[in-house]
C-alpha cells in the first residue's frame, strides 16, 4: 500500500516513471526530486513537491522541494536544447497516453489534437464559431470530436461556481474559466482525468492581436509569461470542480525554452501573429489551420455575448463586471 499521493504525472529524461518508481526515490534519495519533469503534485515520507511551473495545484510553491518542512531546493528539470518542432512533439507524446484533448480549430489545439491522435471535445453555443470550426478541423484530420452545445441557461447556473473556484473574477477570467467549465465537465462525466490544452501559446509566440501594435514587443511577451501561473491557478480550479487537470504541452520545459530563444521580432511578421509555431504546425497539419485567425476562446465559444446579455436582463446595461460581483453576492448570500 503506497503511503505517497501524486497528483499528474512525472519524467526524467523523457521517460515517464511509474508510481514505484517516485516513490522509491522519494522514501530512498528525494534530492533526485529536483530532476523531475512532468506536471505534478506529490507528497509523501515527509517531503512534498510540485513541478517546475506549477501547472498542477498542490500546498506548496511551484517548482519546490520541501522535505521535513525544509525547503531542499529547486525542482528544475534537466533537459537538452531542441528545436521547436521536436520539443513539441515530445511534450505531446509524454501527455497523449491518457485524456481528452480540448479543441477549438486554432491552430494551438488543432495541432496538439493531430500529435496526441486522442479523443476531442469542443465547446459552444448552437452555431458559435469554435463549434463550426472544431467540427471542420476533426474531420479534415480524422479525428473523434464530441461537441457539446451549452445553453445560456447552463452558464448562467454554472457562473457563481465558477466565480467561487477562480482566483480573479474580472469578465475576461470569468469567461474563459466558464468556458472551461463545461470542457471540464463533460471530461469528469466520461471518466477523464486529463484535458490536453493549447494553454500557453499565446503567450510564448505572441498570439495575441494586441501584440501586433504594441511597440514594445519583448517587454509585453515576458509580462505575459509570468502571469501563465495564474491562468493555470484559474483553469485548473475550474477542472478540479469536475474531479479533472488540464495538462499544457506548450508549457512543458523543452517547449518554453525553445520559444524563449526565439525572438520576438520573428513572432509577429507581416500582420501575422504565432509565425514559429505555425510554421511547425504545417508540417504536421494543413496550412489552413496552421495559418488560421481564430477569435478568443470567450469570443469563439459565445459565452461573451451570453454573458453581456445576461447582464442587460439583470439590469446592468454598461457592466458585464457589476453582474459578476452581483452574482457572487447572490451565491455567497451577502
Known amino acids: 500500500m503506497t503511503t505517497l499521493k501524486l497528483s499528474g504525472w512525472v519524467e526524467v529524461d523523457g521517460q515517464r516513471l511509474s508510481l514505484q518508481d517516485i516513490e522509491t526515490i522519494v522514501k530512498d534519495c528525494p534530492d533526485e526530486i529536483l530532476k523531475f519533469g512532468g506536471e505534478f503534485f506529490l507528497a509523501g515520507y515527509g ?31 534537466q533537459v537538452p536544447d531542441l528545436a521547436l518542432e521536436e520539443a ?19 491552430v494551438d489545439s488543432t495541432l496538439v489534437a493531430c500529435l496526441a491522435g486522442r479523443e476531442c471535445v469542443a465547446v459552444g453555443l448552437e452555431g458559435s464559431h469554435d463549434l463550426r470550426q472544431a467540427r471542420h478541423a476533426a474531420d479534415v484530420l480524422g479525428l ?25 473574477t474580472d469578465p475576461v477570467n470569468t469567461s474563459i474559466a466558464l468556458t472551461q467549465y463545461f470542457v471540464a465537465r463533460f471530461a469528469g462525466e466520461h471518466g477523464y482525468r486529463r484535458i490536453l490544452t493549447g494553454q500557453g501559446a499565446d503567450e510564448l509566440f505572441a498570439g495575441y492581436s494586441r501584440y501586433l501594435e504594441t511597440p514594445t514587443l519583448e517587454d509585453d511577451l515576458e509580462r505575459d509569461f509570468l502571469g501563465l501561473g495564474q491562468q493555470a491557478d484559474r483553469d485548473q480550479a475550474v477542472a478540479a470542480l469536475h474531479g479533472t487537470c488540464l495538462s499544457m504541452p506548450y508549457m512543458d520545459v523543452r517547449v ?18 504565432k509565425v514559429p509555431l505555425r510554421k511547425v504546425a504545417e508540417r504536421h497539419i494543413p496550412a489552413e489551420f496552421a495559418w488560421y485567425e481564430k477569435k478568443a476562446m470567450q469570443y469563439g465559444s459565445g459565452v461573451w455575448k451570453v454573458l453581456q446579455k445576461l447582464a442587460r436582463k439583470k439590469g446592468y446595461k454598461t457592466s458585464i463586471q457589476d453582474y459578476i460581483d452581483y452574482s457572487s453576492g447572490k451565491e455567497h448570500g451577502h
Do not use: Y
Open 256 to 273: 518554453v525554452r525553445a520559444a524563449r530563444a526565439i525572438p520576438a521580432a520573428e513572432k509577429v511578421q507581416g500582420g501575422r501573429r
Open 88 to 106: 513539441i512533439v515530445t511534450a505531446v507524446q509524454l501527455r497523449s497516453d491518457e485524456g481528452v484533448t480540448a479543441l477549438s480549430g486554432g
Open 144 to 168: 473523434s470530436l464530441t461537441t457539446v452545445t451549452i445553453t445560456p441557461k447552463e452558464i448562467e447556473s454554472a457562473l457563481p461556481a465558477v466565480i467561487g473556484a477562480i482566483p480573479v
Open 47 to 77: 517531503c512534498r513537491a510540485r513541478d517546475h511551473f506549477g501547472i498542477i495545484p498542490g500546498n506548496c510553491p511551484k517548482g519546490t522541494l520541501i522535505c521535513d518542512g525544509v525547503v531542499r531546493g529547486e525542482i528544475n528539470p
